[in-house]
């Protein structure tokens, strides 16, 4: 049967694996002649690294901000656990906003143990001292090392719609042209409630114009 076919994106769950073996801040290949073009974003449903000028080819991808706590790699918390579980790992507070770590800072090969270990406690996999006493590891990476974590699938899932051209409907087997009518009916009213989705969603992040009434003419009191 001819016609336009949207393909279908295959599952990625190992993704985890690509953003802890990640290098972040390095200059973009792409975008060498830019300003601004270290790679601080990462797409989890393409596994790669994106400067802010690759950002338009993966506006709808799912997307995570790297950013910076003393010389070390962290993701802010409010972004990261909506895709992995990031309990009992120890948090840091970077402008008011909570991030963890995403793999464990190297300690020093002179480095004593700290005297704030009998209020904390140490992480399970690498050892260094933890703030807060719920808190079991101090990065994504000493957790997944110890735990098993199984990251969701964030890749968007396309529905595969035919649109089938003029005269392919035949009426030879009528159980047949009945599963095709009903597969593409189904699958035309997904497509549709996705695209009157997206435009709710764009008509109600639109910023509304406020209305001014105009007031009425003055009218000056009567004299006494």
């Known amino acids: 049967m001819g016609g336009c076919k949207v393909c ?17 801040f390095g200059s973009c290949g792409v975008h060498q002649d830019l300003r601004k073009n270290e790679k601080n974003v990462f797409c989890i449903d393409c596994s790669i690294r994106l400067c802010r000028h690759c950002m338009t080819a993966h506006c709808l991808h799912t997307k995570l901000q790297i950013c910076k706590y003393v010389y070390h790699d962290v993701v802010r918390l409010q972004e990261i656990q909506k895709h992995l579980d990031c309990s009992k790992i120890q948090t840091y507070k970077i402008n008011g906003e909570k991030a963890v ?10 480095a004593k143990p700290s005297t704030k270990a009998k209020f904390g406690a140490s992480c399970e996999a690498c050892g260094r001292y933890l703030q807060d006493m719920p808190n ?17 699938d964030q890749s968007h899932k396309f529905i595969a719609v035919t ?4 005269g392919d409907f035949s009426l030879k087997g009528n159980c047949n042209s009945e599963t095709n009518m009903s597969e593409m009916e189904s699958s035309i009213s997904l497509a549709e409630s996705s695209e009157e989705m997206t435009a709710w969603v764009c008509s109600a992040l639109k910023p509304r114009k406020l209305l001014h009434k105009r007031k009425g003419i003055p009218h000056r009191a009567p004299l006494c």
């Open 8 to 24: 279908i994106k295959k599952n990625r769950t190992d993704w985890l694996n690509t953003l802890l073996l990640s290098k972040f």
């Open 101 to 110: 770590h995403l793999n464990p800072r190297p300690l020093a090969k002179d």
């Open 136 to 152: 079991r590891y101090c990065s994504i990476a000493c957790k997944a090392s110890i735990v098993p974590v199984k990251p969701e």
């Open 163 to 166: 649109i089938p051209q003029y």
